[in-house]
Each structure stands twice: as C-alpha cells, then as structure tokens.
C-alpha cells in the first residue's frame, strides 16, 4: 500500500479564513465597550419611524417624532428623504420594539458582515501575490482599518439616519465588490441595485465591479469570448440596478411628485447654507477647495491644553493613516490604479456638495468610497515592513476610539 502524502494540519487557506473570526471579535467588543452597548435605539431614529409607516401601509410617517431634523416636511406629513432600504430591515422588530427597535445593533451586526465581506475580498483580490495572499496579519490590519480606522468606527455605535445610511450602502457596496471578484453577476447586480435604494453614491463603484467581473473571466480564460458572450454578465450587473432605479424614481412620484425630487429642498437649513446652495447650487467647484482641504489637511483644534476633535471632520491622514501605503513605492497593477480612480470618482460628488458633513468626526462622507482606497493601500501593505502596516493600524484604531469617546460624551442623547 503506497502511504498518502502527508498534508498540513492547518492549510494556508484555512488558517486565512479563521483570523476573521478574531477581528470580527475584536471589532464587535470596540463597538460595545467604546459606546457603553448597543441595544439601544438611535436619537435620530429616521428608519424606525419610516419602517412603522411602511407598516401601516403609507410613504409619509404615521407617527410624528419629537426631533424632525433633516425631514421633508410637505403640509402636514413628514417624509425620510434618506433611501428606505435601511427601513426594510427594521421592519420584522418595529412591531416588537415600537420606537425602542434596537436599530444601533442591527446597524452593527450589518456593518459586522461588511467587515468579514472586506477581509474575504482583501484575501480574494490578493491570491497569488507573493507576501500578501497569504499574510493573516497584513489582511487583519486592512479588515481593521476599515472597521475602525474609519468613520465606521464611530458611525456604527452612534447610528443616527446620516450614518446608517452611509454605513449600510457601504457594506451594500463591499459584497457586491466581492461577489463581483468571485464572478456572481446577478449577485453583485442585486447588491449594487440595494445601494441605489440606499445612498446611491456609493452605486458608482459599478464600472470597478464589471472590472472585477471581467478579470474574473479572463483568469478563467474567457478573454477570448466574442463581446456578444458578456451581455449576459453585462445584463445580470445592470438591470437590478436600473430596476432600483426606476423603484427610486416611482416612490419619489408617489412622495414629492416628481420622478427625480427626492425631497432634499424640503429639508430646512440654517440661513448661512440657504445663502450658499442659492448662490452657487447643492453641488458646485466652488466648494471643491474647502472640502479637499478638511479630507487633506484639517487638523484636531488645540484647546485649553489638550487637543480636541474639528467638528467639521479632519484629515483622512489623521484618521485614516494607513491610506499612505496607497503611495508605498511599487510597480502597480491594473487593479490598483482603476481601485483609486474609483474612490475618486465617487468621492467627487461629496468634494463638490455644499455640506462638508457637520457635525462628524473624521469624514464620514468618504465612507462612500473608502473601501476602493484601501484596496489600493493593502497592495502597498503588502510590500511595506510589517511594522509599519501593523504601526499605522494601531494609529487608526486608536484615533478612531478617541472620537467614539468624544462623539458619544457630546452628542449621544
């Protein structure tokens, strides 16, 4: 009898994909220690009250809340101008909980998938590159920064209609991405269509999914397939999305009556904004320089001997430092450079809007995209001394804790 090959213990891939676990622990237990738990229901709890109106069968609230800010207000209805698949998914426990539906937990248990969906497309898009695939500790860092090296880490706990929305579309956006890299069309169809119902800026990473896609066949060796072959990839990523598209339009009709109102101009501001959006518009270049500068270069205030937060948000660089390794001298590869040219794509809209985010810490709006530039920067991890990578982590984490403590002791209610 000629004796089996003897195999490790603990495969490679294997022991890969056990380290998820750990950081989802980790990240979960940041979570809950940073803001003193999380069932909890948030202040501006926009997505309950539109779920409890779903329920009764109508697009305007059924029940007034006492704090209507950033709502539509169209004679005596209130309206949530925010995409409603948030309020989807509170549905099956607001006739529970009432107005104390947990949404803070929901909302991490959701952002809880996104950071495993990050970590497992990390691992998918470096296979095969030597010192990367295989590297638990460089892919834990990257899973890391984006869980709590970001605005996640403090927009998770905190809740509140802004950030849910945000946080959702982007975990929304992070499985298409990976579903897209394990070539499921129809999947990361769906899953971008979902983010059009939810902020639908975050929909443009579609032209870098349909990259993935198309990289996908070809390392399959379908780069020889006429271009009438892709129209069924091309048609199974782009009708669910102009299916939610056309589903956008019709609720705004049935709203504002307008296919294209999403009700934003209902919303009251305070005079000083009023004053910008009918000088220059909601978008305009005229914003394009003051909102690069808070993204670039805007530092924590220095106060009765201590450093504190900008309210305005700070520098990604500050908050999120291990993007520089987006920059770690390399040879780069395709994937890298359509990774940032995506991020900067959509992230123009944010850079052009009237609103830099107020109040936030960090940039929140740059949720809409990061995912794309920390791809880019675990390709730089992978070259860069572990120490660093691990170093730069640490930084972010560490940050980002200190503005969950400064933006829970002042603003969760």
Known sequence: MVPRPSTPSTPPARRRTEFPWLVLAAVFAAWWFGSGGLLRSSHWAHYIYLADAFLHGQLH????????????QIGD????????????????????????????????????????????????LHEGAAGAGGDRVRLACAA???????????????????????????????AALLAAANGRAWT??????????????????????????????????????PPRALLPTALAV????????????????????????????????????EALVKQYGRFSLHFLPQNLYGWLLRLPTWQNGMFHPDPHGMSLLVTTPYLVLAAW????????VFALASFAAISLPSLLYYNDGWVHFGQR?????????????????????????????????????WGLQWFAGNFLH
């Open 61 to 72: 609230l059924f029940r007034v809340p006492n704090d209507a800010g950033d709502m539509a």
């Open 365 to 401: 709006f740059a949720l809409d995209g990061i995912a794309l530039a920390l791809i880019a920067a675990s390709f730089g991890a992978a070259r860069a001394p572990r120490w660093l990578v691990i170093a730069l982590t640490a930084w972010g984490v560490f940050v980002g804790a």
């Open 188 to 225: 990361t169809g769906v899953l971008l269509g979902l983010t059009v119902l939810t902020r639908s800026t975050t929909t443009l990473a579609l032209p870098f999914a349909a990259w993935l896609l198309w990289s996908k066949r070809e390392r399959d060796g379908d780069e020889a397939s």
């Open 77 to 124: 209805k209130l309206y949530v101008v925010f995409g409603p698949f948030p309020a989807l998914l509170l549905m099956p426990l607001v006739p529970i909980f009432g107005r104390g539906t947990p949404d803070i937990l929901v909302l991490a248990l959701t952002a809880l998938f996104g950071v495993w969906a990050f970590h497992a497309l990390i691992a998918k």
């Open 144 to 174: 890391l920064t984006f869980a709590l090296g970001t605005a996640m880490h403090y927009g998770v706990p905190m809740g509140n209609v802004w950030l849910h929305a945000q946080v959702t579309a982007t975990v929304l956006q992070v």
């Open 329 to 336: 001298p390399r040879k780069w590869t395709k994937l890298e």
């Open 238 to 273: 782009l009708a669910p999305v102009v299916a939610a598209a056309v589903l956008h339009a019709v609720y705004n009709k049935a709203r504002f009556g307008s296919y294209g109102d999403a009700g934003y101009h209902y919303i009251l501001m305070g005079g000083e904004f």
